[in-house]
């Protein structure tokens, strides 16, 4: 290769023409399994929609966000779901935690906590709308990629919310 073809070629892969695009930053996240028991003795999780106008539009993921500087992440999530769902929540135990690549080259660490007692009225603040589902029904709404995983352990049992 000519060296004139060759320093085009790494300028274009420096403007991001060619070439792998660079890693962003892991993206520290909390969310939350609030959890209720129905009439019948079943218990649900409250699940949540995106908006169509926001990234990954109209997907379904449990409510949550990132952790900011400073904050641990039962802080985070109780100041999260204050926000979206204007509850008081009280953090329970760690149920798993999830390191997922997305295709776009943004990373996710996520940790899930149990949630089973919260004070206030619970509002859908920011969602496209917010439902209880029973654990066997999650496979049916179209999940973010990252909770796929945890979505099929919780609806085959293996993953138990249980105390
Ligand atoms: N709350 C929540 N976030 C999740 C789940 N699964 C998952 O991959 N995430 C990802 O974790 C990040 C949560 O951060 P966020 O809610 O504060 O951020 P956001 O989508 O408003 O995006 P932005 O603030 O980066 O623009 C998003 O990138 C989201 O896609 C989940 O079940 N709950």
Same mark, same amino acid.
């Given at each position: 290769?000519?060296?004139k073809e060759?320093?085009?070629r790494?300028?274009?892969?420096?403007?991001g023409?060619?070439g792998?695009?660079?890693p962003?930053?892991?993206?520290?996240?909390?969310?939350?399994?609030i959890l209720?028991?129905?009439?019948?003795?079943? /218990?649900e999780v409250?699940i949540? =929609?995106?908006?169509?106008d926001?990234?990954? +539009? !109209?997907?379904?993921?449990?409510?949550?966000?990132?952790?900011?500087?400073g904050?641990?992440?039962?802080?985070?999530l109780?100041?999260?779901?204050?926000?979206?769902?204007g509850?008081f929540?009280?953090?329970?135990p760690?149920l798993?935690?999830?390191?997922h690549?997305?295709r776009n080259?943004?990373?996710?660490?996520?940790q899930?906590?149990?949630?089973r007692?919260?004070t206030?009225?619970? /509002?859908n603040r920011?969602?496209r =709308?917010i439902?209880?589902?029973g654990?066997? +029904? !999650?496979?049916?709404?179209?999940f973010?990629?990252?909770?796929?995983?945890?979505?099929?352990d919780l609806?085959d049992?293996?993953?138990?919310?249980?105390d």
């Amino acid at each position: 290769m000519k060296k004139k073809e060759a320093i085009r070629r790494l300028d274009a892969r420096r403007n991001g023409a060619a070439g792998p695009r660079p890693p962003k930053a892991l993206r520290m996240v909390v969310a939350a399994l609030i959890l209720r028991t129905d009439e019948n003795g079943c /218990e649900e999780v409250l699940i949540c =929609q995106r908006k169509a106008d926001q990234p990954m +539009a !109209l997907k379904w993921e449990f409510p949550g966000g990132k952790i900011e500087a400073g904050e641990g992440p039962e802080e985070a999530l109780h100041r999260e779901l204050n926000e979206e769902l204007g509850i008081f929540a009280e953090i329970g135990p760690p149920l798993t935690r999830i390191r997922h690549n997305y295709r776009n080259g943004g990373a996710v660490d996520l940790q899930f906590f149990i949630v089973r007692s919260f004070t206030g009225a619970l /509002e859908n603040r920011i969602f496209r =709308q917010i439902l209880w589902s029973g654990f066997g +029904a !999650l496979p049916e709404y179209d999940f973010l990629a990252a909770d796929l995983g945890l979505i099929r352990d919780l609806a085959d049992g293996k993953l138990k919310v249980s105390d």
